[in-house]
């Protein structure tokens, strides 16, 4: 593996950017040409968000899923119940994250090729008591006796020199493998349906950027299939 050389010039020395060439811990089958190098993607990271690139229109979000895009990147989602997700990951709308970070109190967009893992971690979690209004005009609530899980979660996004950037996203992302797209979303806020548990609206615990990660996840969830092989009596052969 390379070692990383700082620069001292420009946005990069304000940043405190490190330069690498992660071309050697990029497995062959899974390199693919980039409009701009790590150095100046890295440079442009956690900008905050300008009044010209906040009026631009996105990508329909809500649309029909598209065939997996170039910038895709191998990788595999992990959510709070176990379940995991392999495949190839892109966002919804353009290429960029778009984070509201805490400590500095704005948003910032996040290239996507800088992002190394996404951790999903709880704010708050309880049940909510459902209640309605007495009647009309009136303002005395009346429980329900039902209950339905809330939820409040933010995220930290580790970028490929480890810095981490946390805060408030809620964000759609697809996931494609085989041929097979899945609709993600980053949740600011979940609440469940009457009814429900907690258990029963699981969150984005984890998104990890690695071909390996995504290779192994395949592999478990190939492993835990039960196999499709018609099991043979013994006694009927003879």
């Known amino acids: 593996m390379k070692r990383c050389v700082r620069t001292v010039c420009g946005m990069c020395a304000f940043w405190g950017v490190a330069t690498c060439d992660l071309s050697a811990e990029v497995p062959v089958e899974y390199r693919r040409p980039k409009p701009k190098s790590p150095a100046e993607l890295l440079a442009e990271d956690a900008r905050p968000t300008t009044a010209s690139a906040a009026t631009q229109p996105p990508d329909n979000p809500f649309g029909k899923p598209r065939s997996r895009p170039d910038h895709a990147l191998p990788g595999v989602v992990v959510f709070s119940n176990g379940r995991k997700l392999p495949g190839y990951i892109w966002t919804a709308a353009g290429k960029e994250w778009r984070l509201y ?72 992302f697809y996931v494609e493998l085989a041929g097979q797209v899945s609709q993600v979303i980053l949740h600011k806020r979940q609440e469940g349906k009457i009814g429900q548990t907690l258990d029963d609206i699981p969150y984005v615990k984890q998104v990890i950027f690695d071909a390996k990660a995504m290779r192994d996840a395949i592999e478990e969830i190939t492993a835990s299939r039960p196999s499709s092989r018609p099991t043979t009596n013994r006694s009927e052969k003879r």
């Open 101 to 172: 970070e805490r400590a500095s109190r704005q948003f910032r967009d996040i290239p996507f090729d800088v992002v190394k893992v996404i951790d999903g971690l709880v704010e708050w979690e309880r049940m909510e008591d459902d209640w309605r209004w007495k009647e009309g005009g009136s303002d005395v609530k009346v429980l329900t006796g039902h209950t339905y899980p809330d939820r409040k979660t933010y995220f930290t996004f580790t970028l490929i020199d480890d810095r981490k950037l946390t805060g408030d996203i809620a964000q759609m």
